[in-house]
DNA sequence: TCTCCGCATTGATCTGCATCAATACCGCAA
DNA sequence: TTGCGGTATTGATGCAGATCAATGCGGAGA
């Protein structure tokens, strides 16, 4: 059961069975951390590299007054720390939405894992890449959409990147946000992240209890957000080295 | 007359003779490119990264209904397009703003230059290190901070980053932004952003006019804008290398 | 010099979303 | 079972910023 960053990283880069076999020798250090917990603080000098194994977590930034966003989410098979430069100093923190299960990678290790094999290196190179893909559309979500539209695409996305880490069931997933943890991200006020919602299930475009997340038409909810997943799709190297990466379709990884 | 480019990367990384000559060579495909063209189209796959030398450009995302928002700007020394991993694509437009005098790096040579120096290659994951920063900045300034404060903090961002190579006067800096680019920009309308603008100038932060973007009290600027710099500060591996790197100080390594 | 065009500016009006303030619900622990 | 704390929901009201519609202005080209 290797973790899924190597799996996804195999997707990117095509990872040679030695080249797999290191890298899950890196991942030894290995707690649990609770639910609300920080794995990073903003300013700290990282000398390590965290893989996320289960559950999830997010990057945020604050300001003085308290008003805080939140600029990235962290799943199974995503780094926490930016590699591979060290030490680094990061200018945002990360925390624990549910509990999470984190390996530590010592810099030492993953710069010779690099060192070793080109594979790993560009591997990891498509990552950081895949997340700056990320980061960008998070920029211009927040930027150019409505309310309706940015929460709509918020889905899209966590629901595709779910389903590139088997993380989904067939027509949804499970999401572990507040309504609060929502309105950080997009960029709305808790009350008005209420009060979409209730207009997304109206439109059944959407169905979300108990922290389950229903999208029976993704179709339709894509076409609400104006979601267009190809920046998901690792920054598509040799487009057509594996699974139907394009537009439409299925999106995705059976695995 | 190095460009911007190897001086940046120098502070990064701290490069040898060696490899700021190698750097040198690289940069021979040169050309001008006239103001509102693109360089670099949503989707293409490419095989070369460009260096801006002069001018402006940035960087923008589409959707259908014809909204547009900007994800970036591209100054002297920055690159354009994502080394280094070939063929890449890319999701995201570019053009110009002013023209524009940009060179050609080929994949292969810049791969071999990283190759052959650690250092260059760190100066690289550095460089890409600290654009990712600017996005999450850019997220979080779009999703938290009122109309004030997100122009404000573009100013205070465009100032830092201009002074860092050179291209400032004293207390400001040329501006070829229109009224529309910043509204495209911080996700504002354009007479929203012409009411900011008089709201800064009036409060005696800015003075803007023919594209002079003069800033009498930079602190003042500073504080309406929650502006922060470090994270402008390259992931300020060694931080202390050079110019005064602005908060506290301290962390990190000498190498 | 005049004319044109893109950009900046100004006013009037509208609305999406924030804010304030309760109230309802659910899971948990005693 | 009860009570409690965190989350979701609902209503009422206010405002930041959008939108619509002119008008002004400065630079480039004829």
């Known amino acids: ?29 290995v ?17 390590q590299v965290g893989v996320i194994l289960d559950g999830w977590a997010c990057c945020y930034k604050q300001i003085e007054d308290g008003r ?17 430069v060290f030490p680094s100093i990061v200018n945002y923190s990360v925390a624990t939405l549910t509990p999470v299960r984190v390996a530590q990678i010592p810099a030492h290790a993953l710069l010779s894992a690099m060192d070793k094999s080109p594979r790993i290196t560009r591997a990891f190179w498509l990552d950081l890449l895949a997340s700056f893909a990320i980061q960008r559309e998070w920029t211009a979500n927040v930027g150019l959409r ?8 918020l889905f899209c996305e966590i629901v595709t990147r779910l389903r590139a880490v088997g993380l989904t069931t067939a027509d949804g997933c499970n999401l572990p946000l507040t309504q609060e943890d929502i309105g950080e991200t997009v960029g709305l006020s ?19 209890k108990r922290q389950q997340l229903v999208i029976p038409d993704f179709a339709a909810l894509r076409a609400v957000a104006h979601f ?28």
Not at 16 to 27: G, P, T
Not at 193 to 201: F, I
Not at 228 to 253: F, H, I, K, N, W
């Open 228 to 255: 267009d997943s190809t920046y998901l799709c690792r920054s598509r190297l040799e487009a057509d080295a594996d699974p139907p990466p394009a537009a439409m379709a299925g999106s995705a990884v059976p695995a």
């Open 190 to 208: 808790t009350v008005h992240v209420n009060r979409t919602l209730q207009e997304l299930r109206a439109a059944g475009l959407i169905s979300l």
């Open 146 to 153: 409505t309310a309706r539209e940015r929460i709509a695409h």
């Open 68 to 84: 805080r966003q939140i600029v990235a989410y962290l799943i199974p098979g995503d780094l926490c720390g930016t590699p591979p």
């Open 31 to 47: 707690a649990w951390v609770a639910s609300d917990h920080d794995l990073i603080d903003e300013g700290a000098a990282l000398r």
């Open 1 to 29: 059961m290797p973790h899924h960053l190597i799996r996804k990283l195999d997707r990117y880069a095509g990872l040679s069975a030695d080249d797999k076999e290191m890298l899950q020798r890196l991942v030894c250090d």
